[in-house]
């Protein structure tokens, strides 16, 4: 279980061991940040299968309620904040 992969919700590399994982329809879903798992989990189905083929900007601003969230893998003025 060690590696990387990438945060459905903002694309950012995360490590298999992070602390924000989250297990849906038997598949575990790995986040950069708790902003974008609870992104994810409100709305998981707009961020698997093919309706994931959105931009990065076009999936965040679906996302996004207009409040600056955290999100550490992310260096593009999108409405996520750095910590």
């Known amino acids: 279980m060690l590696g990387t992969t990438r945060d459905p919700v903002c694309k950012a590399k995360v490590k298999k061991s992070t602390r924000y994982k989250w297990v849906f329809n038997s598949r575990t879903f790995y986040f950069?940040?708790?902003a974008c798992q609870a992104t994810f989990k409100g709305n998981p189905q707009q961020f698997i299968g093919d309706?994931?083929?959105?931009?990065?900007?076009?999936?965040?601003?679906?996302?996004s309620d207009g409040r600056p969230k955290s999100c550490q893998g992310c260096q593009i003025k999108c409405g996520y904040a750095r910590k």
Not at 51 to 63: Q, Y
């Open 51 to 63: 309706k994931n083929k959105k931009s990065f900007l076009a999936r965040l601003a679906e996302a």
């Open 32 to 34: 950069d940040s708790a």
